[in-house]
C-alpha cells in the first residue's frame, strides 16, 4: 500500500514538473521569438573603419528592414544581407538570429590598396582589384595615381604595381604618387628625394624597381638624394640621370 502510494506520488510530481517545464519553454521561446535588439560586427578595422555600428543600422532602418519588435521567424536574413551588399564599401555581410532574440550581423569592409583620380573622378581600388567608393570624411593612407587612367587599367595593370607595392616595405614607404601619361608611361614621386621617376611601361615595373634600388644603394648614397632632378629607368640595364640646374 505504502509503495502504491509512494508510486502515485512520484507521478503526480512527474506529471506537474512536466508540465511545469513545457509552460517555462513555451513561455520563453515566446518571449524570444520577438527581435529585442540589432547588433553589427564589423570585423576588419585593425587597419581602418570607415563603416560605424550606426551607419548600418541606420541603412538597414531607412530600407524598411529593420527587425526590432518583430518576430524573428518573419525576418528576412537574407534580404538584409543583400541590401547591405549594394554599398559598395562593404565586401560580405553575415546576417543571423540567436536563441536571445538578437538578430547579428558580421561585416567586413573592403581594403582600399590605391587611389585613383582621373577623368572620371576619383576614387579607390580595393585589394581584390574592385573598384569602391571614396567613403565620406575619410581618407586611405594609400598611394595616388593621377593621369590617363580608365577603369580597366586601374583594376588591372595599376591594381598589381599597387599590391607589390604594398607587399614590399621599402617601396611601400617610398612611392606615394603615380602618374599614368598619355603614351602609359608611368612617372612615380617618391617620399624620399627631390626628383622624379620615370619607371616607363608598367609591364616592367620590377625589372626597372629592381634597378632603381640599385642604383639608390650604390649611386646615390654616395652623391646625394637630391643631385637629380629627373632618373630615367626605361631603356635596358641603364640608369639615365638629369642633373639639378
Same mark, same amino acid.
Given at each position: 500500500?505504502? =509503495?502504491?502510494? $509512494?508510486?502515485?506520488?512520484?507521478?503526480?510530481?512527474?506529471?506537474?514538473?512536466?508540465?511545469?517545464? !513545457?509552460? /517555462?519553454?513555451?513561455?520563453?521561446?515566446?518571449?524570444?521569438?520577438?527581435?529585442?535588439?540589432?547588433?553589427?560586427?564589423?570585423?576588419?578595422?585593425?587597419? $581602418?573603419? &570607415? $563603416?560605424?555600428?550606426?551607419?548600418?543600422? +541606420?541603412?538597414?532602418?531607412?530600407?524598411?528592414?529593420?527587425?526590432? #519588435? %518583430?518576430?524573428?521567424?518573419?525576418?528576412?536574413?537574407?534580404?538584409?544581407?543583400? %541590401?547591405?551588399?549594394? +554599398?559598395?564599401?562593404?565586401?560580405?555581410?553575415?546576417? &543571423?538570429?540567436?536563441?536571445? #532574440?538578437?538578430?547579428?550581423?558580421?561585416?567586413?569592409?573592403?581594403?582600399?590598396?590605391?587611389?585613383?583620380?582621373?577623368?572620371?573622378?576619383?576614387?579607390?581600388?580595393? +585589394?581584390?582589384?574592385? =573598384?569602391?567608393?571614396?567613403?565620406?570624411?575619410?581618407?586611405? /593612407?594609400?598611394?595616388?595615381?593621377?593621369?590617363?587612367?580608365?577603369?580597366?587599367?586601374? =583594376?588591372?595593370?595599376?591594381?598589381?604595381?599597387?599590391?607589390?607595392?604594398?607587399?614590399?616595405?621599402?617601396?611601400?614607404s617610398q612611392i606615394k604618387q603615380i602618374y599614368v601619361a598619355q603614351n602609359n608611361d608611368i612617372?612615380?614621386?617618391?617620399?624620399?628625394?627631390?626628383?622624379?621617376?620615370?619607371?616607363?611601361?608598367?609591364?616592367? /615595373?620590377?625589372?626597372?624597381?629592381?634597378?632603381?634600388?640599385?642604383? &639608390?644603394?650604390? #649611386? $646615390?648614397?654616395? !652623391?646625394?638624394?637630391?643631385?637629380y632632378s629627373v632618373i630615367n629607368l626605361k631603356f635596358k640595364n641603364q640608369v639615365v640621370c638629369?642633373?639639378?640646374?
Amino acid at each position: 500500500m505504502l =509503495k502504491k502510494i $509512494l508510486l502515485i506520488s512520484i507521478t503526480v510530481l512527474l506529471l506537474i514538473y512536466l508540465l511545469f517545464t !513545457v509552460f /517555462y519553454t513555451n513561455s520563453y521561446a515566446k518571449k524570444n521569438s520577438i527581435c529585442k535588439e540589432l547588433k553589427v560586427d564589423i570585423v576588419n578595422t585593425s587597419e $581602418l573603419q &570607415y $563603416l560605424t555600428d550606426r551607419d548600418i543600422i +541606420n541603412s538597414i532602418t531607412k530600407a524598411g528592414l529593420s527587425p526590432v #519588435g %518583430k518576430d524573428l521567424s518573419s525576418v528576412n536574413t537574407a534580404e538584409i544581407e543583400k %541590401k547591405l551588399k549594394e +554599398n559598395r564599401l562593404i565586401k560580405r555581410a553575415e546576417c &543571423y538570429k540567436t536563441v536571445d #532574440g538578437t538578430l547579428r550581423i558580421k561585416l567586413f569592409q573592403r581594403t582600399p590598396v590605391l587611389r585613383i583620380f582621373s577623368e572620371k573622378g576619383s576614387y579607390y581600388i580595393d +585589394n581584390e582589384g574592385e =573598384k569602391m567608393p571614396v567613403p565620406d570624411n575619410f581618407a586611405a /593612407y594609400v598611394p595616388v595615381a593621377s593621369g590617363f587612367i580608365d577603369d580597366e587599367f586601374a =583594376k588591372k595593370q595599376l591594381y598589381e604595381f599597387a599590391m607589390f607595392l604594398r607587399q614590399d616595405k621599402f617601396w611601400n614607404s617610398q612611392i606615394k604618387q603615380i602618374y599614368v601619361a598619355q603614351n602609359n608611361d608611368i612617372e612615380l614621386t617618391p617620399d624620399v628625394g627631390n626628383h622624379r621617376i620615370i619607371l616607363g611601361k608598367i609591364e616592367n /615595373y620590377k625589372e626597372n624597381l629592381d634597378k632603381l634600388r640599385l642604383f &639608390y644603394e650604390k #649611386g $646615390l648614397s654616395k !652623391v646625394g638624394w637630391n643631385r637629380y632632378s629627373v632618373i630615367n629607368l626605361k631603356f635596358k640595364n641603364q640608369v639615365v640621370c638629369t642633373k639639378k640646374e
